[in-house]
């Protein structure tokens, strides 16, 4: 496969990560690497440190695709368009998604993210993770899109994922086979805190 999925979790989402995402790979032998990562003091601290943790897994698997998913998923099927995205030469691949519950919302999801073996992505994460510096407040998908939005200058070859690939478990555009569904484990753990 020339791709990788890639993770990490913190020592309160080590249960969210072993109900999961850790089954699901397993179940199909999908090539992985998944981290345990020390607790950065918050959840917002945790998640910003999604960039840097992708960053660091392009210069692990230089020669492959990284993709990031999120621990509270479970890949349901093996995600076969990965591989097309490696051989087309995409750079990287998101989910956008129009949320309809009560109001128009469209945004940019990072539950499941596509990059490339290539220069115009680690020009992309390196501004990502420029943004999370500059805006630490803002939720990290936001910064991405910021991000995404700022590198537009360079020749970034991306497509859109399909819903099956980012599939929200409550969404109220949840498909009939989604290849990888989210539980958003958040919801309960920023509860908590």
């Given amino acids: 496969m020339n791709y990788v999925i890639t993770s990490y979790f913190?020592?309160?989402?080590?249960?969210?990560?072993d109900k999961y995402l850790k089954p699901s790979l397993r179940e199909l032998s999908v090539p992985n690497h998944i981290s345990l990562l020390s607790d950065r003091g918050n959840w917002q601290s945790?998640?910003?440190?999604?960039?840097?943790?992708?960053?660091?897994?392009m210069i692990k698997y230089p020669e492959k695709g990284i993709v990031f998913v999120d621990a509270d998923a479970v890949i349901r099927a093996e995600?076969?368009?990965?591989?097309?995205?490696?051989?087309?030469?995409?750079?990287?691949?998101?989910?956008?998604?129009?949320?309809?519950?009560?109001?128009?919302?469209?945004?940019?999801?990072?539950?499941?993210?596509?990059?490339?073996?290539?220069?115009?992505?680690?020009?992309?994460?390196?501004?990502?993770?420029?943004?999370?510096?500059?805006?630490?407040t803002k939720l990290e998908q936001r910064n991405l899109e910021a991000a995404f939005d700022a590198v537009s200058e360079y020749p970034l070859v991306w497509k859109w994922l399909p819903v099956?690939?980012?599939?929200?478990?409550?969404?109220?555009d949840r498909?009939?086979?989604?290849?990888?569904?989210h539980f958003q484990a958040s919801r309960k753990m920023r509860r908590k805190r």
């Avoid at 913190?10 to 990560?17: C, D, E, G, I, Q």
């Avoid at 368009?81 to 519950?101: N, P, S, V, Y």
């Avoid at 099956?164 to 109220?172: L, S």
């Avoid at 498909?175 to 569904?181: A, G, L, W």
Wanted: proline share 6%.
């Fill in 46 to 57: 945790n998640t910003l440190f999604k960039a840097n943790f992708i960053s660091r897994m």
């Fill in 175 to 181: 498909p009939k086979n989604p290849v990888i569904e």
């Fill in 10 to 17: 913190t020592p309160s989402y080590a249960h969210v990560a």
């Fill in 79 to 136: 995600p076969v368009l990965f591989d097309q995205l490696f051989i087309d030469g995409i750079d990287f691949a998101a989910h956008r998604r129009t949320w309809r519950r009560g109001r128009i919302k469209d945004e940019m999801l990072s539950g499941t993210l596509y990059f490339g073996p290539t220069e115009a992505a680690r020009i992309l994460v390196n501004a990502w993770i420029d943004e999370n510096k500059a805006h630490p």
């Fill in 164 to 172: 099956e690939y980012c599939t929200v478990f409550d969404g109220d």
